[in-house]
T-cell receptor, first 115, second 116 residues
Framework: DTGVSQDPRHKITKRGQNVTFRCDPI?????LYWYRQTLGQGPEFLTY????????KSRLLSDRFSAERPKGSFSTLEIQRTEQGDSAMYLC?????????????FGPGTRLTVL | AQKITQTQPGMFVQEKEAVTLDCTYDTSDQSYGLFWYKQPSSGEMIFLIYQGSYDEQNATEGRYSLNFQKARKSANLVISASQLGDSAMYFC?????????????FGKGITLSVRP
């Protein structure tokens, strides 16, 4: 059983550049989540999809951030005009169906460093 | 809004001993779920255990158990017979299911170090 995968694992970029991350959820999971984790903190929710529909976006997700999940399979998270404050670990998770007991399974994360 | 509080400083435990990691939460909702995740230095969040607010018994999963005290709004994780591989960050998280809202709210985490 393949878990959640994320690509790349590490990304170093210069301020002002655009970056894109990819997440492949566990197959047949219809919910997909993006979180951001900065040093010394727990993950913070960014956005989530049910199939291809983006159902909620956090206020943390500024206009420079966009996420997509075409065809309800993999998802991409793009950050435009990166800033040093965007440096963080970006975590993706998927779950089968939602609901209180529905467990979210996380990928290994993409660590972004903005110079 | 919901909130998770984890205030313990770095925790140390001797191998094979038990350890309790504290978590308190705040919510006005009656229906919610509580989760614990482990994050090794590699970065991946590993699900450990779940407790529903209406569950009458404390959850257990192998060496992990959750000491759920609803009136005190606490959900402490107990790890029995600690192993060296248990050294990691541990996060408590909560979900309130209000229609489309399905996000997890995490605490700041606790660092656990297991000594040989």
């Amino acid at each position: 059983d393949t878990g959640v995968s994320q690509d790349p694992r590490h990304k170093i970029t210069k301020r002002g550049q655009n970056v894109t991350f990819r997440c492949d959820p566990i197959s047949e999971h219809n919910r997909l989540y993006w979180y951001r984790q900065t040093l010394g903190q727990g993950p913070e929710f960014l956005t989530y999809f049910q199939n291809e529909a983006q159902l909620e976006k956090s206020r943390l997700l500024s206009d420079r951030f966009s996420a997509e999940r075409p065809k309800g399979s993999f998802s991409t998270l793009e950050i435009q005009r990166t800033e040093q404050g965007d440096s963080a670990m970006y975590l993706c998770a998927s779950s089968p169906r939602g609901g209180i007991a529905d467990t979210q399974y996380f990928g290994p994360g993409t660590r972004l460093t903005v110079l | 809004a919901q909130k998770i509080t984890q205030t313990q400083p770095g925790m140390f435990v001797q191998e094979k001993e038990a350890v309790t990691l504290d978590c308190t939460y705040d919510t006005s909702d009656q229906s919610y779920g509580l989760f614990w995740y482990k994050q090794p230095s590699s970065g991946e969040m590993i699900f450990l255990i779940y407790q529903g607010s209406y569950d009458e018994q404390n959850a257990t999963e192998g060496r992990y158990s959750l000491n759920f005290q609803k009136a005190r709004k606490s959900a402490n994780l107990v790890i029995s017979a600690s192993q060296l591989g248990d050294s990691a960050m541990y996060f408590c998280a909560m979900r309130i299911d209000t229609g489309a809202n399905s996000k997890l709210t995490f605490g700041k985490g606790i660092t656990l170090s297991v000594r040989p």
